[in-house]
């Protein structure tokens, strides 16, 4: 044999070596093409190819996709490196995701039990759960009936302006997510710095169990009790990396680990909740001085919920937080982790309020004084921790008790703000839907009585649903604006 094909030979056969090695490296992570799959993250990236380097096809972000293939490409994330050929939907794109970003749908028959548990929900509840249960078969959905109706509820939270708030740069300044009461036709009126008062679209859109049935944003129902069959070190320790929690204190690296799950125990309050609150209140660093210890004339004081702790500067937190500690007797940071979570059950828990979602709005006794925070998002941005920690974790049992109203419309309540109204700063010039007398987004019966009281001077119409109810801008709020909502309602003459 000539030392030419004595070459050949060798280079086919190493081509054959790397060709097989390949072929077996994606067939151990192979899928069917057409396996149904979802995008778990926000902003995701679609590429032309299996690497960073390549050309952006999209974006994605919560949705499902067909997934073709699964193949060996860049190792971005701690030497994985499986990437996905998917395609949307609708095939308009199709290109490469990284691995980490998707969830594939089991293909297993949901059982008869869990079809028949599925019955106390709406059907409209019914696909999302299904979805879920595949991706979580140790999940277990609780229907939670609740004794008034979605827009009974929702109105009962819009009823008090301030009840709920936005910031005013929420959404790049969107004012769809603003409360219209708030706005007297030159500025807002906002609260404790850069608060306002948040739209009724904005409550209802938080409000509505749907929007938020997917595996990025169950976790605002998840309960929040303690189950020491369930609950342990293990997952508590990944819930803390990257704090000041994970560093324990006084020499002690598990002191927090070790403070944190007696206080579960005694107070009756998962740990994970306890751990995610802490670092809400204070920081994944934990520089507050609140919980420093060291504040003059409350040296050996601690506050690490931040019970009591209100002002108008940091220093009257500071001191209202730390008087609220020397009056508990939490002159340790055990004794204040231990005594905050006994008040966290007692204010929270033992009332029903056992999930983000009840702390913030209410609905196990209907006290809507009672709730953790006016933020109408609070509870989805709360639930964000505990999302970064289940969500790869297919084996875990968790609970999630899901509000069921009285009657919910067929329409899942849609996010505010189609319109838009651009960056913050442009508020003084907002854009006004003709007819939209509440700031809901939609023309319905609602403003139509809303136009008609206001005629017959029942109640006054105030900020900018003034400009809305004007709907033939002719400077009076009159029978013919009133003629024009009942017609646009009617659908003989749309209000353009």
């Not at 690497?51 to 949705?63: D, F, G, R, Y």
């Not at 070790?258 to 005694?266: H, R, S, V």
């Not at 005594?339 to 009332?351: D, E």
Request: hydrophobic content about 35%; glycine content about 8%.
């Amino acid at each position: 044999m000539s030392r030419t094909v004595k070459i050949l030979s060798f280079l086919l056969c190493f081509t054959l070596v790397i060709t097989v090695f390949s072929v077996s490296s994606t067939k151990a992570f192979a899928v069917e093409d057409g396996t149904q799959g979802y995008v778990i993250g926000e902003g995701v990236n679609m590429r032309e190819g299996p690497n960073t380097s390549s050309a952006l096809v999209t974006q994605l972000s919560k949705v499902n996709i067909v997934i073709h293939e699964a193949v060996s490409g860049q190792p971005v994330n701690e030497g994985y490196d499986t990437w996905y050929r998917v395609s949307t939907l609708d095939g308009s794109s199709t290109g490469y995701v990284y691995g980490i970003y998707i969830k594939i749908y089991s293909s297993q028959d949901l059982t008869a039990d869990f079809e028949k548990q599925l019955e106390s929900f709406p059907e409209s509840y019914r696909e999302p759960l299904r979805i879920l249960k595949r991706f979580y078969p140790n999940w277990t959905f609780i229907a939670d009936p609740v004794t008034i109706s979605f827009n009974t509820a929702v109105d009962q939270q819009y009823a008090v302006p301030n009840r709920k708030q936005v910031h005013m740069t929420y959404k790049n300044g969107d004012i769809a997510w603003r409360d219209p009461r708030s706005f007297n036709g030159t500025e807002w009126a906002t609260d404790n710095g850069n608060w306002v008062s948040a739209s009724r679209a904005a409550i209802a859109y938080y409000m509505d169990p749907r929007n938020f049935l997917n595996p990025n944003d169950v976790y605002m129902f998840m309960q929040q009790g303690y189950d020491p069959n369930t609950q342990n070190e293990t997952v508590l320790r990944q819930i803390v990396k990257g704090t000041f929690l994970e560093n324990g204190y006084d020499g002690d690296a598990d002191a927090y680990i070790k403070d944190i799950m007696e206080a579960a125990a005694t107070s009756g309050v998962s740990p994970y909740i306890l751990a995610s609150t802490i670092i809400i209140e204070q920081g994944t660093k934990g520089t507050s001085r609140l919980i420093s210890g060291n504040v003059e004339n409350y040296q050996g004081y601690y506050n690490f919920f931040n019970f009591g702790a209100s002002g108008t500067d940091d220093n009257a937190v500071v001191t209202s937080g730390l008087n609220y500690a020397v009056s508990q007797g939490w002159n340790s940071r055990k004794a204040s982790i231990i005594g905050g979570a006994n008040k966290y059950n007692s204010g929270y828990i033992s009332r029903g309020q056992d999930t983000y979602y009840y702390k913030d709005f209410n609905l196990a006794d209907l006290d809507f004084d009672h709730q953790y925070a006016q933020n109408v998002y609070d509870a989805y941005v709360n639930s964000i921790r505990l999302r970064k920690v289940y969500i790869d974790n297919t084996e875990v049992a968790l609970t999630f008790k899901i509000p069921v109203f009285t009657e919910i419309p067929a329409e899942i309540a849609p996010m505010p703000g189609t319109a838009g109204s651009g960056a913050s700063g442009s508020e003084t010039s907002p854009i006004y839907r003709m007819g939209d007398t509440n700031g809901d987004n939609v023309v319905n019966a609602l403003d139509l009585a809303a136009v008609k009281k206001h005629i017959l001077k029942i109640t006054t119409i105030e900020g900018f649903g003034l400009r809305s109810a004007d709907v033939n801008s002719d400077g009076a709020i009159n029978a013919l604006d009133l003629a024009l909502i009942k017609k646009h309602i009617l659908g003989i003459q749309k209000i353009s």
